[in-house]
């Protein structure tokens, strides 16, 4: 995994989650990485950060490191405002 993704690159969000012992995925196709990581950090509901993994070219970013890449420096858009 590389440090810093190509923000402007096609992603590829999954996301997983276990309920009353249910296994349930979820599939969403992004634009860019960085739209894919605004939604992580911006919308995603919180529970499901443990299972979510971030596909961007051959790099996969899984959890926490999700949410590490939206505080960057690097990081490309605006930030919501809390």
């Not at 590829?12 to 894919?36: D, I, K, M, Q």
């Amino acid at each position: 995994m590389s440090a810093v993704p190509d923000y402007a690159a096609f992603a590829e969000l999954y996301t997983g989650y276990s309920r009353l012992g249910a296994r349930r995925s979820h599939y969403e196709r992004f634009a860019t990485a960085a739209e894919a990581i605004r939604f992580v950090a911006e919308r995603m509901p919180r529970h499901l950060l443990r299972g979510a993994a971030l596909d961007v070219g051959d790099d996969r970013y899984e959890g926490e490191a999700i949410l590490a890449l939206y505080l960057s420096s690097a990081y490309p858009l605006e930030r919501a405002t809390r």
